[in-house]
């Protein structure tokens, strides 16, 4: 099993910046892809960005060009640098992780866009 802990959430004012972090620990194997959901209350999950061990990035085209994943393999760390935010933005975000026999969720960490 893998065990994911997401933190850097927060309230921030339109225009701001935030980055998360999603700390992986337990069994992770050597190919897998880690990305981040968001969830509104009132909406469903919503992918937003991922990124694979070697490095293919993919975003969704909600945040193309204002958010930016990356990751720390030796950490087994990924980050989300997300910039110029809009309220539409807020939400719980949430870390998954991902290989070819197994998936799991983070417990999420909530952002707040609003002035």
């Known amino acids: 099993q893998v065990q994911l802990v997401e933190s850097g959430g927060g309230l921030v004012q339109p225009g701001g910046s935030l980055r998360l972090s999603c700390a992986a620990s337990?069994?992770?194997?050597?190919?897998?892809?880690m990305g981040w959901y968001r969830q509104d209350p009132e909406k469903p999950r919503e992918w937003v960005a991922s990124?694979?061990?070697?490095?293919?990035?993919r975003y969704a085209h909600s945040v193309m060009g204002r958010f930016t994943i990356s990751r720390d393999n030796a950490a087994n760390t990924v980050y989300l640098q997300m910039s110029n935010l809009e309220p539409e933005d807020s939400a719980l975000y949430y870390c998954?992780?991902?290989?070819?026999?197994?998936?799991?969720w983070g417990q999420g960490t909530l952002v707040t866009v609003s002035s």
């Open positions: 998954r992780y991902s290989d070819s026999n197994y998936a799991n």
């Open positions: 990124m694979d061990s070697g490095g293919s990035t």
């Open positions: 337990g069994d992770i194997k050597s190919i897998n892809d």
